[in-house]
């Protein structure tokens, strides 16, 4: 920043940074914690923008509502089904209008998207949510997630779509506020925070917590409640026609019930940079507090991780004095020096450790948590047999990881930021540890349920069971509760329903915990009923705008970046180091390609001159489409959906303008399309795609099925990545008609687009189910007009890995993946294979999409793939193997790769001929 600008932030691209900053006001009543949340936003450029912003939530907090205000105007937003509310926002975008839109991006990660903020125009977000918070004996903790630390791996391949996915900006800067009300009986409590300075003063029945001056979004805000509220709590409300009771309650085992385990325990510590700093130091401490609690009857393993892992012990080992000294002596040498975090990996070796004592399998994970693979962990958790005791430690840790990893498998979660006493937490861990293992055996509410929230796989003895229901008459009575254990006598506890009290937030908090049981279709019904965002739906709300006062063109992405975690990676705090700004990893196929071979020029068993293919050149020349007749849109749509009813394939829709001139689509609407195709959202596919959906959409397409018309529609009018193909073609298609393009008057011949220049015979269609005619596809001696690089197989699928997990799709993101032969060029695939390839292609189903996409499968499934992950291998083959509609292509591409190994491509002769028949 400049002194000049002081008050405006930019990036480092030099736009301006829409985001003000953030306040938010806070209310604890009991356990019930509510917080309204402001963020401001203002566009001081020339332009109309659309600010994106992922921030995260509390992992167990249930969103409740969106407010836009755009100078004295205030709308609320309404929650629907989460495509829907994407159609909503991308038709406002389009028509120039003001919306907002507020989606889960899953892991307690939530996306703002603001559209069409105007130049010089200011906005306030307002969105709110409620948590139910946990409490251990007399001791409570809020915490107040503000920024995502950076998190290693790719979010795309786990289900983050690219515009969520949070970036990190070393100048980012936003000032926080906080206001939080500590109401009744909780107000009792001694208040403090290890994460801030704050200010405590006395209110109407409570108390009031205000952040002191100059917080900022680089730390969660976290307060401590010491002395708090014991006693079991009940509260039952109306929710429509029936009541909702929430019953609170610290199971009553006691200390002789608890018993004394002797115990199994292997130890896991993240040492990967992101460690380095508060964390690595907290993890330390930790680490020689459990060791010093550990009995001569107990076994322990200590394993640490990065990129790799290594076991400081063989083995468990009995927790004797001089094994104790000498993991101690490794504990206080430890530093974060392992690179990357590799978690599942080092868990599945934790996991793999013996045991042979008869006793519960325990590991206790020391990590920050920032992964982005949270649901591959959890799956091999849930499968070990092992109760995970999580202790996350850091200024900003995920939350998601340590809930999930604990809720799964049994075991318990703690969050430790610095300067908070981590030795307390490790006791609280021993005590649960120590434990004999008990269940809820039983619970007989005073009436049958009509649902019931999913209950705890685990109890421990001073943790809060948080317990809610659905009934038809007011539940009124006793509830019992029967905790069990195996080879324990079962406890029994009773408590009296407390009188219905109005308690408007209970029925959405408890909707929100019923989600994760029911059907899909179940769950976004009861989402929209209660207006709550989910995985299922997104909050939106739009300010129409009169027609003098709509945005022009498109808005410019401003993605807001995520300030730097205190002390992550040892920065901040005064701690200088060098900090990585790039927590994506190398996968392990590029590290050993590395690290093995002294060249790292990619070996090709080729040989042989080959003549560039025509669909690798761009010649100048005229679009033309020889004796093709032109059909009506309510024709061409008939034959596309023909296509669909007849070869549901990944090729049966077209993918060139060749194709849709084939089809009947008039040349002089394609040659008003652009002439970029730089890339997958910018290229020829992505404005094929989207002409057919529009088209479908349009009046032309009123006479097809419903089920066949929404199947060609898809997701383009929702999806943000064809918001630029929308623009070209919207306008193009505004007076279509079932009978007519109207296209006389409004398309002049212009010069054709330099991708559009190829020399094509057609021959015309004769039916709906013919045989597409082959046509010739030359290879000319000369340079190549196109500068490609040849890759290895392993670099090629290394590239198709990185792909978006919805190319898997078959209508809705037909453009994700490569569809052409000169895209497979791109990624460094061989010409003088893709040559031998165009030889063969002879319409839509032996056609070009159809044997690159087989290319890509069997090239996944050959040894080149083997050092790709499990899940990414399994999507790019997806089902090619046993399609029968992929039969032709495997059989000619089958030969081709028979003997491709990681490194080199097989040898290919006999030399392509000068010309052969295929398709461009």
């Given amino acids: 920043m400049t002194s000049a600008r002081a008050a405006i932030l930019e990036s480092e691209c030099g736009d301006a940074v829409p985001l003000r900053g953030v306040s938010a006001r806070g209310q604890l009543t009991g356990l019930l914690f509510e917080l309204s949340v402001e963020q401001t936003y203002e566009n001081t450029g020339d332009s109309n923008i659309e600010a994106v912003y992922t921030f995260p939530v509390p992992h167990h907090a249930v969103l409740l509502g969106l407010d836009l205000q755009i100078g004295d105007r205030k709308l609320s937003g309404v929650a629907v089904r989460k495509q829907a509310a994407s159609r909503r926002y991308e038709k406002a975008m389009d028509e120039g209008h003001t919306a907002c839109l507020l989606e889960e991006a899953g892991d307690g990660l939530y996306t703002l998207s603001l559209g069409n903020l105007l130049a010089g125009e200011r906005a306030v977000i307002r969105y709110r949510y409620a948590e139910l918070l946990d409490r251990h004996e007399d001791w409570v903790r809020l915490a107040i997630p503000t920024v995502i630390a950076p998190r290693y791996g790719d979010p795309t391949s786990h289900g983050v779509e690219a515009h969520q996915a949070p970036e990190v900006s070393l100048l980012a800067s936003y000032p926080f506020a906080l206001t939080v009300d500590v109401l009744g009986a909780q107000s009792a409590a001694t208040l403090s925070s290890p994460s801030h300075r704050i200010l405590v003063s006395d209110i109407e029945n409570g108390k009031r917590v205000t952040l002191g001056a100059g917080a900022e979004l ?75 609690k550990l009995q001569p009857a107990d076994h322990v393993s200590i394993t640490r991780f990065g990129s790799s ?17 000498q993991l101690s002596y490794a504990v206080r040498e430890m530093e974060a020096d392992l690179g990357g975090t590799e978690l599942a990996g080092a868990l599945q070796a934790a996991i793999g450790i013996r045991v042979t004592q008869d006793s519960p399998k325990n590991v206790l994970l020391i990590t920050d948590g920032e992964v982005w693979a949270v649901e591959q962990v959890v799956d091999l958790a849930a499968r070990s047999g092992h109760r995970l005791f999580v202790v996350a430690v850091g200024a900003a840790p995920a939350e998601g990881l340590a809930r999930q990893l604990s809720a799964r498998t049994g075991g318990a979660c703690e969050f430790v930021s610095p300067n908070e006493d981590i030795e307390g937490a490790i006791v609280r861990m021993f005590q649960r540890m120590r434990q004999q293992p008990r269940q809820l055996s ?24 948080h317990l809610l229901a659905g009934f038809s008459t007011p539940p009124v009575g006793e509830t019992c509760l029967t905790i069990s254990g ?145 059909r009506s849109p309510a024709e061409v749509l008939k034959i596309i959906g023909g296509r669909l009813e007849w070869f549901l394939s990944l090729a049966a829709l077209p993918t060139t303008f060749a194709e849709l001139a084939e089809l009947g689509v008039p040349a002089a609407l394609l040659q008003r399309l652009p002439s970029s195709a730089d890339d997958d959202t910018h290229g020829e596919a992505t404005l094929v795609r989207t002409l057919i959906a529009l088209l479908a959409g349009s ?79 030359r ?15 392993i670099d090629v699928l290394g590239k198709l890995a990185t792909k978006p997990k919805r190319f898997l799709s078959l209508f809705w993101a037909p453009a994700t993946l490569p569809k052409t032969f000169a895209e497979l060029a ?95």
């Fill in 442 to 465: 039983e619970l007989r509410w005073p009436v049958t349920p009509d649902w019931q929230a999913p209950l705890p796989t685990m109890v421990f003895a001073g943790d809060t069971l």
């Fill in 486 to 630: 195996t080879g324990l006598a079962p406890l029994t506890q009773r408590v009296t329903m407390a009188e219905s009290i109005d308690a408007e937030l209970l029925p959405r908090v408890a909707a929100a915990r019923r989600l994760q049981t029911l059907p899909e279709s179940e769950a976004a019904t009861l989402a929209e009923a209660h207006q709550l965002v989910s995985k299922y739906t997104s909050f939106v709300v739009v300010q129409e705008r009169a027609e003098q006062e709509k945005a022009e063109g498109l808005p410019e992405l401003r993605k807001v970046a995520q300030m730097l975690a205190a002390g992550w990676g040892a920065a901040g705090k005064g701690v200088a180091a060098e900090v990585c700004m790039s927590p994506r990893p190398v996968p392990a196929m590029a590290r050993a390609q590395r690290s093995g071979a002294r060249n790292p020029t990619p070996a090709y068993d080729v040989s042989g001159d080959y003549e560039e293919p025509s669909f690798m050149r761009r010649a100048p020349g005229s679009l033309q489409f020889a004796s093709t007749a032109e």
């Fill in 779 to 793: 290879i000319s001696a000369g340079a190549r007009s196109h500068s490609t690089t040849e890759c290895s197989p």
């Fill in 699 to 777: 009046r032309a397409g009123g006479g097809l099925a419903p089920k066949l018309r929404t199947e060609l529609i898809g997701d383009i009018p929702g999806n943000r990545d064809y918001r630029w193909a929308r623009s070209v073609i919207e306008p193009l298609l505004a007076d279509v008609s079932a009978d007519a393009w109207d296209v006389s008057s409004r398309f002049d011949p212009l010069d054709t687009p330099a991708f559009l220049r190829r020399q094509v015979d057609l021959e015309p269609e004769p039916s709906v189910h013919h045989e597409a005619p082959s046509f010739t596809c």
């Fill in 826 to 920: 791109k990624l460094g695939i061989p010409v003088e294979l893709l040559a031998k390839l165009a030889a063969n292609a002879t319409n839509h189903i032996r056609g070009e999409a159809t044997l690159v996409r087989t290319l890509i499968a069997l090239l996944a499934h050959s040894p080149a793939g083997d050092g790709l992950t499990p899940t990414r291998r399994n999507e790019l083959i997806g089902d090619i193997p046993r399609n029968q509609y992929y039969q032709w292509a495997r059989s000619v591409i089958e030969p081709l790769l028979a003997d491709v190994s990681g490194t080199a491509w097989r040898a290919l002769s006999p030399k392509p001929d000068a010309e052969l028949t295929g398709i461009e």
């Fill in 218 to 292: 680089d730390r969660d805000f976290i307060l401590q409640l010491s002395g708090a509220v014991t006693a079991s709590a009940s509260l039952t409300t109306r929710s429509g026609d029936g009541w909702v009771s929430l019953l609170s309650l610290a199971p009553q085992i006691g200390e002789a019930a608890s018993g004394n385990l002797n115990l199994n325990l292997k130890l896991v510590v993240d040492c990967s940079g992101s460690m380095g700093g508060d964390s690595i130091a907290q993890a330390r401490r930790a680490l020689l507090a459990i060791l010093g």
């Fill in 309 to 325: 892992f290594e076991h400081l012990s063989v083995g468990l080992i009995p927790a004797t004095a001089p094994a104790i000294a």
